[in-house]
């Protein structure tokens, strides 16, 4: 699972532009099931079947999109402005590099250096707005040769294992949720399921709403990455969620409470099999559960998820024994639902 999801993580699919991503896991789901399609919205949906059939229909959802910036405008010199696509922090992104378009143009962000910036400013946050990117050109007429406006971009970051069991990588955030539903759609299942990777989630949860119309489950798991806040100048009643401490069942965010009966269901097994789990304490952010909760006559959402450190960033932290525990739980989750 942690190769497919460094695999994930390399690729480009920023909000819109979840291409990339799509291919890759048509390509790989092909291998283990017929039953492989893609909606209008991007979505690709996999079912498969296992060794019973539930009495209630199960889908496991994961977004394929990540955070990401559109090119809005070329200066005459040559540099890009640009706009978000999907919410972060625009004080993480000075001096980070970018890829941009299907051709990859490298670029780098920047802003007026500091020693030109007065000194009742230099406390300040740079706003977005005057932020650029540099792709190494003299002039618009270069520039509108590599890229057009609405060009997509993602941050280009490399991935790297360090510490102890930690993990860095852009676009955990939730490359992490489809390496684990691909993982489950190569295995042999307890119970027939649905898997959704949805488009567009950070950016308004736009692909959740066709899925799921579509796949018009009875039960939806949403596989997540979620905000850890476990930093020293945080706090202790908001950490929200820490590493190391395994996976993480929220009650509430704020788009969904979460179905009370699933939501013990997951705790009880995890528990059952000796898994550590947490919630998160911060109501905060929503998922594609706020969504599916919502859908048709209503389909009974929880959540699973694995803490992350530097959500919706160029560098995403995790560790390898949450993600793996994630799995697990949701494995045996399955095996209980076929009892």
């Not at 819109?16 to 690709?44: C, P």
């Not at 910036?117 to 270069?142: A, L, Q, T």
């Not at 993982?183 to 488009?199: G, Y």
């Not at 997540?224 to 996976?247: F, H, I, R, Y």
């Amino acid at each position: 699972m942690l190769n497919k999801m460094k695999e994930l993580c390399e690729l480009s699919g920023a909000s819109g532009n979840e291409e990339e991503i799509k291919d890759y896991i048509v390509n790989h789901a092909g291998k283990y099931t017929d039953d492989v399609r893609v909606d209008t919205m991007g979505n690709v949906l996999v079912s498969k079947k296992g060794k019973v059939t539930p009495k209630q229909k199960i889908v496991l959802c994961a977004h394929m999109d990540e955070v990401g910036i559109i090119v809005t405008g070329i200066t005459d010199d040559g540099y890009l402005r640009f706009a978000k696509a999907g919410s972060f922090d625009g004080r993480v992104v000075l001096g980070k590099a970018v890829l941009i378009g299907k051709s990859k143009v490298q670029g780098i962000i920047g802003c007026k250096a500091i020693h030109l910036v007065k000194s009742k400013d230099r406390e300040n946050p740079v706003d977005f707005e005057d932020m650029y990117i540099d792709i190494g050109v003299k002039n618009k007429s270069e520039a509108e040769k590599l890229v057009t406006l609405g060009d997509a971009g993602v941050f280009d970051e490399d991935i790297r294992e360090f510490g102890n069991g930690f993990i860095k990588a852009k676009a955990i955030d939730d490359r992490f949720g489809c390496a684990v539903l691909m993982e489950l759609i190569e295995s042999e299942l307890p119970v027939d399921c649905t898997f959704a990777f949805t488009v567009q989630e950070e950016v308004g949860l736009r692909g959740a709403y066709t899925a799921a119309y579509s796949t018009a489950p009875d039960i939806a798991l949403i596989v997540e990455g979620t905000t850890a806040a476990d930093l020293p100048s945080v706090p202790e009643n908001k950490k929200v969620c820490k590493l190391g401490n395994g996976p993480v069942l929220p009650f509430m965010d704020s788009g969904t409470i979460y179905n009370k009966e699933i939501h013990s269901l997951l705790t009880e097994t995890a528990e059952k099999n000796n898994i550590p789990w947490q919630t998160k304490t911060y109501i905060a952010g929503a998922t594609d559960g706020a969504v599916f909760h919502t859908s048709r006559s209503g389909i009974k959402t929880a959540g699973i998820a694995a803490p992350i450190r530097n959500l919706h960033s160029p560098t995403c932290v995790g560790k390898i024994s949450d993600m793996e525990a994630v799995y697990k739980l949701i494995w045996r989750f399955l095996e209980r639902m076929g009892e």
